[in-house]
């Protein structure tokens, strides 16, 4: 039961339903005595019987008392099966530790948006991170620190890009960002400030403060490339291993004429050039 007129027209999310909760069960309360006075007086005009009062008293007494308690009962069964609904599709789609896009789903998503970015004769750009020495940061503060700050370096993203912007986790400490309609020029800015910000970051961990870097690979494309998103994770794949061999905490792009980079901050940073 989708009562989409009570929400504008649109489908009823989990959290639509529980709101609306009482407005629903109101609504198919009116319904239900109108209808069973409409039903009422249908039978009596065509028994012949006498519209007596007391028919009439029964019609709307009877769907006021059974409505409610009815239709409660199937609004929290329903507000329950499309919670669970929504929690197995966000695992499905979701890393369960980091909540971004997993590889698949995020893969998937920017190549809807490449394909519209190419009918739209539109520059897309990808851009893959990874964070810098993560191993070290598992083996000598353990697997729980590893995951905080994966963690850590989620929120940075989620806080940088645009709601039009696609991020996922690609697996392990490698991650991927797509920037529709975004010249590479304009995601080296969007990039350069994750880079600092990670930089910056000192995460408080069994009172120790964690600091760690990220190294990212950027590639632009445009008309028939976009029609393969590998184009794209490849490109930027190649760049983000040149990164690393530059000396980490840095971004490459296709074209070393317009770098935007940092240095390794285990050995000192700089801000970007």
Known sequence: MVLEFLNNGVPMTHEDRTNKRWLIIATITVIAVSASLAITYAVLWLTGYDMLPM????????PLLIA????????????????????YRNLATHDDLTRLLRRGT??????????????????????????????????QHGHGAGDEVLKAFADILRQSIRASDLAGRLGGEEFAIALPATSVQEALIVL??????????????LGKALRFTVSIGVSDAHGKQLEDIDY????????????????????????????FSGFDSTQGSTPAQ
């Open 68 to 87: 409610p308690v009815t239709t409660w009962s199937i609004i929290s069964l329903l507000v329950n099966i499309q919670k669970l609904e929504e929690a």
């Open 106 to 139: 995020f893969l998937t998503q920017s190549q809807t948006f490449a394909c519209l970015c190419a009918r739209n004769k539109q520059t897309m750009s990808f851009a893959t991170l990874d964070l810098d020495r993560f191993k070290d940061v598992n083996d």
């Open 232 to 259: 794209l994770i490849k490109s930027s794949d190649a760049q983000l291993y040149e990164a690393k061999r530059r000396g980490r905490n840095r971004i490459e792009r296709d074209s070393p004429d317009d770098l």
């Open 55 to 62: 028919f009439f008293i029964i019609a709307t007494v009877a």
């Open 192 to 205: 350069e400030r994750i880079r600092i910000k990670t930089e910056q970051t000192e995460l408080p961990y």
